[in-house]
Protein backbone atom coordinates (compact mmCIF):
# COMPACT_ATOMS: atom_id res chain seq x y z
CA UNK A 1 0.00 0.00 0.00
CA UNK A 2 1.33 3.41 -0.66
CA UNK A 3 2.23 6.01 1.63
CA UNK A 4 -0.43 8.69 2.19
CA UNK A 5 0.27 12.11 3.01
CA UNK A 6 -2.15 14.38 4.70
CA UNK A 7 -1.89 17.84 5.86
CA UNK A 8 -4.04 18.78 9.10
CA UNK A 9 -4.47 21.84 11.24
CA UNK A 10 -3.37 20.33 14.89
CA UNK A 11 -2.46 20.83 18.83
CA UNK A 12 -0.18 18.44 20.36
CA UNK A 13 -2.08 17.02 23.69
CA UNK A 14 0.81 14.65 24.57
CA UNK A 15 4.01 13.59 23.71
CA UNK A 16 6.51 11.26 25.13
CA UNK A 17 9.97 9.78 24.44
CA UNK A 18 10.30 6.05 21.76
CA UNK A 19 13.43 4.74 21.14
CA UNK A 20 16.77 6.87 21.30
CA UNK A 21 15.65 10.17 19.87
CA UNK A 22 12.15 9.98 18.27
CA UNK A 23 8.47 11.02 20.18
CA UNK A 24 5.20 9.40 19.91
CA UNK A 25 2.90 12.76 19.71
CA UNK A 26 -0.87 12.74 20.00
CA UNK A 27 -2.16 15.16 17.83
CA UNK A 28 -5.75 16.29 18.19
CA UNK A 29 -7.08 17.85 14.65
CA UNK A 30 -9.29 20.33 14.17
CA UNK A 31 -11.39 18.09 11.69
CA UNK A 32 -9.92 14.69 12.27
CA UNK A 33 -9.93 14.27 15.99
CA UNK A 34 -7.52 11.96 17.33
CA UNK A 35 -4.62 10.48 16.13
CA UNK A 36 -1.01 9.69 17.11
CA UNK A 37 2.73 10.17 14.56
CA UNK A 38 5.70 9.63 14.79
CA UNK A 39 8.44 12.93 15.10
CA UNK A 40 11.71 11.52 14.27
CA UNK A 41 14.96 12.49 15.57
CA UNK A 42 13.71 15.36 17.24
CA UNK A 43 15.27 14.43 20.48
CA UNK A 44 19.02 15.08 19.37
CA UNK A 45 20.37 18.70 19.73
CA UNK A 46 19.22 21.14 17.19
CA UNK A 47 16.07 19.16 15.98
CA UNK A 48 14.37 21.00 13.46
CA UNK A 49 11.08 19.26 14.49
CA UNK A 50 11.79 19.81 17.68
CA UNK A 51 9.01 22.21 18.36
CA UNK A 52 6.25 20.19 16.95
CA UNK A 53 6.47 17.21 19.48
CA UNK A 54 5.81 19.69 22.65
CA UNK A 55 2.40 19.35 24.33
CA UNK A 56 0.19 22.96 23.30
CA UNK A 57 1.94 23.57 20.14
CA UNK A 58 -0.51 24.32 17.50
CA UNK A 59 0.07 24.50 13.85
CA UNK A 60 0.13 22.84 10.37
CA UNK A 61 1.03 18.93 10.40
CA UNK A 62 2.02 17.39 7.52
CA UNK A 63 2.01 13.49 8.15
CA UNK A 64 3.02 10.65 6.05
CA UNK A 65 2.12 6.98 6.50
CA UNK A 66 -0.63 4.00 5.93
CA UNK A 67 -2.88 2.27 7.92
CA UNK A 68 -2.80 5.16 10.38
CA UNK A 69 0.76 4.90 11.32
CA UNK A 70 2.14 8.39 10.62
CA UNK A 71 5.16 10.49 10.86
CA UNK A 72 5.46 13.72 11.20
CA UNK A 73 7.45 15.24 7.89
CA UNK A 74 6.52 19.24 8.41
CA UNK A 75 5.14 21.21 10.80
CA UNK A 76 4.36 25.08 10.31
CA UNK A 77 3.76 27.07 13.69
CA UNK A 78 0.69 28.42 14.28
CA UNK A 79 0.91 28.87 17.39
CA UNK A 80 2.75 27.69 20.79
CA UNK A 81 0.77 28.91 23.39
CA UNK A 82 4.23 28.79 24.98
CA UNK A 83 3.58 32.17 27.67
CA UNK A 84 1.37 29.95 29.87
CA UNK A 85 4.85 28.27 31.31
CA UNK A 86 4.90 32.02 33.00
CA UNK A 87 2.66 30.98 35.87
CA UNK A 88 2.31 27.87 37.41
CA UNK A 89 -1.69 27.91 37.76
CA UNK A 90 -2.01 28.93 34.08
CA UNK A 91 0.58 25.93 32.88
CA UNK A 92 -1.87 23.52 34.57
CA UNK A 93 -4.96 25.09 33.62
CA UNK A 94 -3.50 24.85 29.65
CA UNK A 95 -2.68 20.77 30.54
CA UNK A 96 -6.01 20.57 31.84
CA UNK A 97 -7.84 22.17 29.14
CA UNK A 98 -5.48 19.77 26.54
CA UNK A 99 -6.04 16.96 28.59
CA UNK A 100 -10.62 17.35 28.40
CA UNK A 101 -9.70 17.91 24.22
CA UNK A 102 -7.67 14.58 24.03
CA UNK A 103 -10.28 12.69 25.35
CA UNK A 104 -13.19 14.45 24.27
CA UNK A 105 -11.80 13.68 20.52
CA UNK A 106 -12.52 10.05 20.16
CA UNK A 107 -14.43 11.33 16.99
CA UNK A 108 -13.56 14.81 15.57
CA UNK A 109 -14.85 17.83 17.60
CA UNK A 110 -14.48 21.12 15.45
CA UNK A 111 -16.66 23.17 18.22
CA UNK A 112 -14.75 22.04 21.65
CA UNK A 113 -11.80 22.73 19.50
CA UNK A 114 -12.06 26.37 18.66
CA UNK A 115 -12.89 26.56 22.58
CA UNK A 116 -10.10 25.14 23.62
CA UNK A 117 -7.74 27.21 21.84
CA UNK A 118 -9.87 30.17 22.98
CA UNK A 119 -9.08 28.82 26.66
CA UNK A 120 -5.52 28.40 25.83
CA UNK A 121 -5.29 31.90 24.10
CA UNK A 122 -7.16 33.14 27.33
CA UNK A 123 -4.77 31.65 29.62
CA UNK A 124 -1.63 32.69 27.76
CA UNK A 125 -2.45 36.45 27.01
CA UNK A 126 -5.47 37.45 29.17
CA UNK A 127 -3.67 38.32 32.02
CA UNK A 128 -6.60 40.41 33.34
CA UNK A 129 -8.58 37.42 33.57
CA UNK A 130 -8.70 35.12 36.04
CA UNK A 131 -7.21 31.74 35.23
CA UNK A 132 -10.30 29.90 37.44
CA UNK A 133 -12.77 32.62 35.42
CA UNK A 134 -10.94 31.08 32.09
CA UNK A 135 -11.32 27.52 33.01
CA UNK A 136 -15.37 28.08 34.32
CA UNK A 137 -15.63 29.16 30.74
CA UNK A 138 -14.11 26.60 29.13
CA UNK A 139 -16.31 24.08 31.16
CA UNK A 140 -19.26 25.49 30.38
CA UNK A 141 -18.22 25.71 26.95
CA UNK A 142 -17.79 21.97 26.93
CA UNK A 143 -21.11 21.13 27.65
CA UNK A 144 -22.60 23.51 25.32
CA UNK A 145 -20.86 22.54 22.92
CA UNK A 146 -21.02 18.64 23.43
CA UNK A 147 -24.90 18.95 23.92
CA UNK A 148 -25.48 19.03 27.20
CA UNK A 149 -25.91 23.09 28.02
CA UNK A 150 -27.10 23.66 32.07
CA UNK A 151 -29.34 26.87 32.54
CA UNK A 152 -28.30 27.72 36.13
CA UNK A 153 -30.88 30.54 36.25
CA UNK A 154 -33.75 28.46 35.82
CA UNK A 155 -35.08 24.92 37.24
CA UNK A 156 -35.76 22.69 34.58
CA UNK A 157 -38.69 20.89 35.68
CA UNK A 158 -40.73 23.95 36.94
CA UNK A 159 -39.00 26.86 35.16
CA UNK A 160 -38.82 28.97 38.23
CA UNK A 161 -35.96 31.64 38.44
CA UNK A 162 -33.48 29.67 41.10
CA UNK A 163 -32.92 31.94 43.45
CA UNK A 164 -31.25 30.06 46.40
CA UNK A 165 -30.01 26.40 46.64
CA UNK A 166 -30.28 24.07 43.69
CA UNK A 167 -29.44 20.55 42.48
CA UNK A 168 -28.36 18.87 39.27
CA UNK A 169 -29.80 15.82 38.34
CA UNK A 170 -29.14 13.46 35.49
CA UNK A 171 -32.73 13.71 34.01
CA UNK A 172 -33.59 16.79 34.38
CA UNK A 173 -30.61 19.33 34.74
CA UNK A 174 -30.59 22.06 37.39
CA UNK A 175 -33.99 22.44 39.19
CA UNK A 176 -35.11 24.01 42.62
CA UNK A 177 -35.54 22.28 45.75
CA UNK A 178 -39.19 21.19 45.26
CA UNK A 179 -38.30 19.19 41.93
CA UNK A 180 -34.83 17.54 43.29
CA UNK A 181 -35.41 14.19 43.49
CA UNK A 182 -33.43 11.91 45.99
CA UNK A 183 -29.92 11.51 44.08
CA UNK A 184 -29.80 15.11 43.23
CA UNK A 185 -26.41 16.81 43.69
CA UNK A 186 -26.35 19.83 45.60
CA UNK A 187 -25.30 23.34 44.27
CA UNK A 188 -24.44 25.95 47.00
CA UNK A 189 -26.24 29.41 46.35
CA UNK A 190 -22.76 31.02 46.22
CA UNK A 191 -21.57 28.84 43.40
CA UNK A 192 -24.75 28.78 41.07
CA UNK A 193 -24.89 32.41 41.03
CA UNK A 194 -20.67 32.57 40.22
CA UNK A 195 -21.67 29.78 37.43
CA UNK A 196 -24.31 32.47 36.26
CA UNK A 197 -21.80 35.12 35.84
CA UNK A 198 -21.63 37.05 39.00
CA UNK A 199 -18.26 37.97 41.03
CA UNK A 200 -16.96 35.49 43.64
CA UNK A 201 -14.12 34.92 45.72
CA UNK A 202 -11.18 32.32 44.60
CA UNK A 203 -12.67 29.73 46.64
CA UNK A 204 -16.15 29.74 45.31
CA UNK A 205 -14.26 29.52 41.68
CA UNK A 206 -12.65 26.54 42.16
CA UNK A 207 -15.67 24.52 43.93
CA UNK A 208 -17.49 26.07 40.69
CA UNK A 209 -15.46 24.25 38.90
CA UNK A 210 -14.38 20.94 40.62
CA UNK A 211 -19.14 20.63 40.18
CA UNK A 212 -18.32 21.79 36.79
CA UNK A 213 -15.76 19.14 35.58
CA UNK A 214 -17.93 16.31 37.48
CA UNK A 215 -20.75 17.83 35.24
CA UNK A 216 -18.81 17.06 32.37
CA UNK A 217 -18.29 13.23 33.60
CA UNK A 218 -22.03 12.89 34.46
CA UNK A 219 -23.22 13.80 31.18
CA UNK A 220 -20.14 12.73 28.41
CA UNK A 221 -18.48 10.00 31.01
CA UNK A 222 -15.12 11.92 30.25
CA UNK A 223 -13.19 12.83 34.01
CA UNK A 224 -10.78 15.62 33.47
CA UNK A 225 -7.78 17.52 35.54
CA UNK A 226 -9.14 15.27 38.46
CA UNK A 227 -5.44 16.50 40.06
CA UNK A 228 -5.70 20.12 38.77
CA UNK A 229 -9.29 20.97 40.26
CA UNK A 230 -8.43 19.27 43.55
CA UNK A 231 -5.38 21.36 44.27
CA UNK A 232 -7.37 24.53 43.95
CA UNK A 233 -8.94 24.39 46.78
ZN1 LIG B 1 -38.71 23.45 40.17
Given at each position: ??????????????????????????????????????????????????????????????????????????????????????????????????????????????????????????????????????????????????????????????????????YFSDR????????KSFDSIP???????????????????????????????????????????????
Amino acid sequence: MQAETIKIKAIVTRAVPYRESDMIVTLVGVEEGRLTATARGCLKPKAKLRYAAEPLNFGEYVLSGKNGKYVVTECNQIESFSAVTADLDRYYAAFMALEALDKLSREPQPRIFMRTLTCLGDLAYATDKDSSAIVTEFLKDILTESGNALDFGHCGVCRCDLEEEAYFSDRDGVVCKHCKSFDSIPIPPDVRSYICGRPADVQTAAKANILLSNLVYQMTGVRIGAHYFTEQL
